[in-house]
């Protein structure tokens, strides 16, 4: 099994910043993909951003151009890089991994995921 961690959510203000980190244990698998999703009070599951064994990344329209995903695989960290922050990004960010390559929709179905971290942003 993958354990995952993650860490970095708070409270800002529109227009603010965060970075996520997700702490995963050794991925022993020869693909793999790893990625972010959410979920907001009363909404569905959202893929957020989503990075693979074969180095794509892909993110949802609604936050293109704003975060950035990115992994150290010497610390088994994944990051979201969370720029200009919205009112409408406000939920539960969650790491997700698992041992094949899958579409950003799929990261709410993923295998393992973390305890989550929320994440406020106020107007």
């Known amino acids: 099994a993958v354990q995952l961690m993650e860490s970095g959510g708070g409270s800002v203000q529109a227009g603010g910043s965060l970075r996520l980190s997700c702490v995963f244990s050794?991925?022993?698998?020869?693909?793999?993909?790893l990625g972010w999703f959410r979920q907001a009070p009363g909404k569905e599951r959202e893929g957020v951003a989503i990075?693979?064994?074969?180095?794509?990344?892909n993110y949802a329209d609604s936050v293109k151009d704003r975060f950035a995903i990115s992994q150290d695989n010497a610390k088994h960290t994944l990051y979201l890089q969370m720029n200009s922050l919205k009112p409408e990004d406000t939920a539960m960010y969650y790491c997700?991994?698992?041992?094949?390559?899958?579409?950003?929709?799929?990261?709410?179905?993923?295998?393992?995921r973390g305890q989550g971290t929320q994440v406020t942003v106020s107007s």
């Open positions: 990075i693979d064994s074969d180095g794509r990344s």
């Open positions: 050794e991925l022993k698998y020869g693909k793999y993909s």
């Open positions: 997700a991994a698992d041992g094949i390559l899958w579409a950003l929709s799929d990261l709410p179905s993923f295998g393992f």
